[in-house]
């Protein structure tokens, strides 16, 4: 049974088909555009008469690149709060189809389940923002193009002009503006998916008409992606008693979709702009897992094989307006509006015979409105005030029925489960250049939030409100800024999601039948209305020592204290939807917490950084990091009492290096984390084997307008499985351990300006 308010006619006709076939189409553009390689590269005159350019044909793409990421290093050397900018060269580097194998590439950023997470924290304590505004919800950036994005600026302390809750840091994705000339681009490209390639097709045009720019990128994405996992049991059987299982499940992933995000500059007058960026997206997914069952020892209890499959919907609209009184003032207001749907449909099966089935959907909707009124007080002193208000509402419908058509939670079934959170703040803050060696950044941003969960009872309201003093202090070594220290001293939070918030239960697939106690290490899922923010103090320091043709040496140092940090707690409860007590797994206000690392980055040519090796290899460039993080919680007694998912260090190796006398580029990057055990409270603990990716490229200008990509990327482990080990432990000896196998991913891509 279908929701009816959130599936469409189509929706409905769609779920369980196959792809778009625009993969066949995909193929045939790039096979029609490589074949003629050789005549492009050939016919120099015809690029030059559209693209004037002095030297080889190479250069012109090759200069376009180089001026992005000098703008980048200038743009985090001259900012009055730390800050890492990449840039289009770093984007383009590996010929990405997706920003998340971009973000998993940069210092102090590791990407898991859940999107990017820094300094090893859990995905919710890392703010992402679009264009300096909260990312929608739902919104997932494995589905951005790298071809849409200007660059990248990852903030390891907060401001006043933006949210506070980045107690991790903040990643700012900015996207590409509208440009005041007429422009094309066209990228193709093919990637190895699970039985057949896979395509993404990324088309961005730019038109310019007196006042009006506008500009319309357009994505086209799929993928087809299978995983299998060997999962060991030790726990609880039908009958009660201890038994062991073994079970290999194939996991198989398909899907597509496709995003566009028109955007429009108006010049109203020399001092006002008005500018309007909307963004729609949908896209649906299947997903499939089979199970291949063996019993070690008694009468284990075994996961059911699944079909599922749904869509996903994003719409988003931003309108700006900025006034410049003078040259020392202006004033920009903002005004957004965004929603988020989705609908799913669960079958679980055994012996071909559905068990469990549930489906339905949710829709997110929010509202924003902010502005900001900036001074100019003198040649490098500027005064900012501003305020950010933001609503946000979730609804959530969902039936869950047996195989017989009988549903499972009476009470619960189509209800609508609402949450809403409203957010109003108000900052200040005051940039600063004392003297050319000392920078002062201070501010005061004070947040109100408001939570409000309506569940089968009576509504549940929480009211908080953070007051967030910031300072952030520069100092530089020279005139030229080639050494400087930066302190910040932050006050952040995380606030709960709205999902987490809803107080509707899940049944655990395995144990179905309310009649009957559940596992520890198969619980009843179910959501906390009470939830209030963690709270985090911060400190960070770092030095930045910029080196010659765009190098940089930094080390940081950071310190968290947290409170009322949310841990989801496992308990054996009496519940109103079972008649035998049930295992039920709910976030809660855990305990306070305590963070610290160190945070080490250096990039540059090899000539410059080891000249005794690398003196003459000109086109060389060197890039490596490494993250050292430790965290404990105070209400569980050590050792390994770490925050969830924060491994013990983190390190990136990375070059590329162009040939003398060809047009040839290629590179590579190694990343690693260690494996690592946490104990997540009392009676269980967690345990993750190594973690390692490579990844390689090579790049070839075919014309002035034309670059042919090619990327691979793997888990070192793909070379000698498995690639991934999670190990979930109690203290009375059960546990599921689970073994992750995946296969290499190999990248195909052909960048034209057209």
């Given at each position: 049974?279908?929701?009816?308010s959130?599936?469409?006619?189509?929706?409905?006709?769609?779920?369980?088909?196959?792809?778009?076939?625009?993969?066949?189409?995909c193929?045939?553009?790039?096979?029609?555009?490589?074949?003629?390689?050789?005549?492009?590269?050939?016919?120099?005159?015809?690029?030059?008469?559209?693209?004037?350019?002095?030297?080889?044909?190479?250069?012109?793409?090759?200069?376009?690149?180089?001026?992005?990421?000098?703008?980048?290093?200038e743009?985090?050397?001259?900012?009055?709060?730390?800050?890492?900018?990449?840039?289009?060269?770093?984007?383009?580097?590996?010929?990405?189809?997706?920003?998340?194998?971009?973000?998993?590439?940069?210092?102090?950023?590791?990407?898991?389940?859940?999107?990017?997470?820094?300094?090893g924290?859990?995905?919710?304590?890392?703010?992402?923002?679009?264009?300096?505004?909260?990312?929608?919800?739902?919104?997932?950036?494995?589905?951005?193009?790298?071809?849409?994005?200007?660059?990248?600026?990852?903030?390891?302390?907060?401001?006043?002009?933006?949210?506070?809750?980045?107690?991790?840091?903040?990643?700012?994705?900015?996207?590409?503006?509208?440009?005041?000339?007429?422009?094309?681009?066209?990228r193709?490209?093919?990637?190895?998916?699970?039985?057949?390639?896979?395509?993404?097709?990324?088309?961005?045009?730019?038109?310019?008409?007196?006042?009006?720019?506008?500009s319309?990128?357009?994505?086209?994405?799929?993928?087809?992606?299978?995983?299998?996992?060997?999962?060991?049991r030790?726990?609880?059987?039908?009958?009660?008693?201890?038994?062991?299982?073994?079970?290999?499940?194939?996991n198989?992933?398909?899907?597509?979709?496709?995003?566009?995000?028109?955007?429009?500059?108006?010049?109203?007058?020399?001092?006002?702009?008005?500018?309007?960026?909307?963004?729609?997206?949908?896209?649906?997914?299947?997903y499939?897992?089979?199970?291949?069952?063996?019993?070690?020892?008694?009468?284990?209890?075994?996961?059911?094989?699944?079909?599922?499959?749904?869509?996903?919907?994003?719409r988003?609209?931003?309108l700006?307006?900025?006034?410049?009184?003078?040259?020392?003032?202006?004033?920009?207001?903002?005004?957004?509006?965004?929603?988020?749907?989705?609908?799913?449909?669960?079958?679980?099966?055994?012996?071909?015979?559905?068990?469990?089935?549930?489906?339905?959907?949710?829709?997110?909707?929010?509202?924003?409105?902010?502005?900001?009124?900036?001074?100019?007080?003198?040649?490098?002193?500027?005064?900012?005030?501003?305020?950010?208000?933001?609503?946000?509402?979730?609804?959530?419908?969902?039936?869950?029925?047996?195989?017989?058509?009988?549903?499972?939670?009476?009470?619960?079934?189509?209800?609508?489960?609402?949450?809403?959170?409203?957010?109003?703040?108000?900052?200040?803050?005051?940039?600063?250049?004392l003297?050319?060696?000392?920078?002062?950044?201070?501010?005061?941003?004070?947040?109100?939030?408001v939570?409000?969960?309506?569940?089968?009872?009576?509504?549940?309201?929480?009211?908080?409100?953070?007051?967030?003093?910031?300072?952030?202090?520069?100092?530089?070594?020279?005139?030229?800024?080639?050494?400087?220290?930066?302190?910040?001293?932050?006050?952040?939070?995380?606030?709960?999601?709205?999902?987490?918030?809803?107080?509707?239960?899940?049944?655990?697939?395995?144990?179905?039948?309310?009649?009957?106690?559940?596992?520890?290490?198969?619980?009843?899922?179910?959501?906390?209305?009470?939830?209030?923010?963690?709270?985090?103090?911060?400190?960070d320091?770092?030095?930045?020592?910029?080196?010659?043709?765009?190098?940089?040496?930094?080390?940081?140092?950071?310190?968290?204290?947290?409170?009322n940090?949310?841990?989801?707690?496992?308990?054996?409860?009496?519940?109103?939807?079972?008649?035998?007590?049930?295992?039920?797994?709910?976030?809660?206000?855990?305990?306070?917490?305590?963070?610290?690392?160190?945070?080490?980055?250096?990039?540059?040519?090899?000539?410059?950084?080891?000249?005794?090796?690398?003196?003459?290899?000109?086109?060389?460039?060197?890039?490596s990091?490494?993250?050292l993080?430790s965290?404990?919680?105070?209400?569980?007694?050590?050792?390994?009492?770490?925050?969830?998912?924060?491994?013990?260090?983190?390190?990136?190796?990375?070059?590329?290096?162009?040939?003398?006398?060809?047009?040839?580029?290629?590179?590579?990057?190694?990343?690693?984390?260690?494996?690592?055990?946490?104990?997540?409270?009392?009676?269980?603990?967690?345990?993750?084997?190594?973690?390692?990716g490579?990844?390689?490229?090579?790049?070839?200008?075919?014309?002035?307008?034309?670059?042919?990509?090619?990327?691979?990327?793997?888990?070192?482990?793909?070379?000698?499985?498995?690639?991934?080990?999670?190990?979930?432990?109690?203290?009375?000896?059960?546990?599921?351990?689970?073994?992750?196998?995946?296969?290499?991913?190999?990248?195909?891509?052909?960048?034209?300006?057209?």
């Amino acid at each position: 049974m279908k929701c009816p308010s959130l599936f469409s006619p189509s929706d409905r006709a769609f779920l369980g088909t196959a792809p778009s076939p625009h993969t066949a189409i995909c193929m045939a553009v790039l096979c029609s555009l490589t074949m003629p390689f050789g005549a492009m590269a050939q016919d120099a005159g015809m690029g030059a008469q559209t693209e004037p350019a002095s030297g080889t044909q190479p250069s012109v793409i090759q200069r376009v690149e180089i001026v992005a990421k000098q703008g980048s290093t200038e743009l985090r050397r001259a900012a009055s709060v730390a800050k890492q900018i990449y840039g289009r060269e770093e984007l383009d580097r590996y010929g990405d189809t997706n920003t998340l194998d971009v973000l998993r590439r940069l210092p102090g950023v590791n990407v898991d389940t859940g999107g990017p997470r820094m300094r090893g924290l859990g995905a919710g304590y890392t703010q992402i923002l679009i264009n300096g505004d909260p990312a929608p919800q739902g919104f997932n950036l494995d589905q951005l193009s790298p071809s849409q994005i200007e660059r990248i600026e990852v903030l390891k302390a907060t401001t006043a002009d933006q949210s506070s809750q980045a107690i991790a840091g903040t990643i700012n994705v900015i996207l590409k503006e509208t440009s005041r000339r007429s422009l094309s681009t066209l990228r193709v490209g093919l990637s190895n998916g699970h039985d057949r390639p896979v395509g993404n097709l990324n088309y961005a045009i730019s038109e310019s008409n007196g006042p009006v720019n506008v500009s319309l990128p357009v994505s086209l994405f799929e993928w087809d992606r299978q995983v299998r996992n060997l999962v060991d049991r030790q726990m609880a059987g039908t009958d009660g008693k201890t038994a062991v299982s073994e079970q290999l499940g194939t996991n198989t992933s398909w899907g597509w979709g496709y995003n566009f995000a028109p955007r429009i500059n108006y010049k109203i007058s020399d001092e006002q702009t008005l500018s309007l960026a909307t963004f729609f997206q949908k896209g649906y997914w299947n997903y499939t897992t089979d199970f291949a069952n063996r019993t070690v020892y008694g009468n284990p209890v075994f996961d059911d094989n699944a079909i599922q499959n749904g869509f996903w919907e994003n719409r988003r609209g931003n309108l700006t307006w900025i006034h410049r009184f003078s040259e020392d003032q202006r004033i920009e207001i903002k005004a957004g509006v965004q929603q988020f749907r989705s609908g799913f449909d669960f079958n679980n099966l055994r012996a071909n015979v559905t068990q469990l089935r549930t489906n339905g959907g949710n829709q997110d909707d929010a509202y924003t409105q902010a502005g900001k009124y900036s001074q100019l007080l003198g040649a490098e002193h500027t005064l900012t005030a501003g305020w950010d208000l933001e609503t946000r509402e979730r609804t959530e419908r969902r039936t869950t029925t047996d195989g017989a058509g009988v549903a499972l939670l009476p009470a619960f079934e189509g209800q609508p489960f609402e949450a809403q959170m409203r957010r109003q703040a108000f900052y200040i803050q005051d940039e600063w250049e004392l003297s050319p060696q000392w920078q002062l950044y201070l501010g005061l941003r004070n947040e109100r939030i408001v939570s409000e969960s309506v569940n089968a009872t009576s509504p549940v309201v929480n009211v908080s409100s953070v007051l967030s003093p910031l300072a952030h202090v520069t100092y530089k070594f020279d005139p030229k800024s080639k050494d400087m220290v930066r302190a910040s001293l932050t006050r952040s939070y995380k606030a709960p999601s709205l999902n987490a918030m809803l107080a509707r239960p899940v049944i655990n697939a395995s144990y179905t039948n309310t009649h009957q106690t559940n596992t520890y290490l198969s619980p009843d899922r179910l959501g906390n209305p009470g939830l209030t923010p963690e709270l985090a103090t911060g400190l960070d320091i770092a030095y930045e020592n910029y080196l010659s043709n765009d190098g940089i040496f930094s080390v940081g140092i950071f310190h968290r204290q947290l409170t009322n940090v949310v841990r989801n707690i496992t308990e054996l409860r009496q519940v109103s939807w079972a008649t035998a007590p049930r295992w039920i797994t709910q976030p809660q206000n855990f305990s306070d917490a305590v963070t610290q690392g160190v945070e080490f980055e250096l990039r540059g040519r090899a000539a410059d950084l080891v000249p005794q090796v690398f003196s003459n290899v000109k086109g060389l460039n060197l890039r490596s990091s490494l993250s050292l993080y430790s965290s404990s919680i105070a209400a569980l007694a050590g050792p390994n009492n770490r925050l969830d998912g924060q491994q013990p260090w983190s390190a990136n190796l990375g070059f590329d290096h162009r040939f003398s006398g060809m047009p040839l580029t290629v590179g590579g990057n190694l990343s690693m984390t260690p494996g690592y055990d946490t104990r997540q409270t009392v009676d269980q603990w967690l345990k993750r084997s190594v973690s390692r990716g490579v990844d390689l490229f090579a790049t070839l200008p075919v014309s002035p307008t034309m670059l042919f990509r090619v990327a691979a990327s793997a888990g070192v482990q793909q070379f000698g499985p498995p690639n991934g080990i999670t190990l979930t432990q109690l203290a009375n000896g059960d546990y599921v351990r689970t073994d992750r196998y995946a296969k290499p991913q190999l990248n195909l891509s052909l960048d034209m300006r057209l």
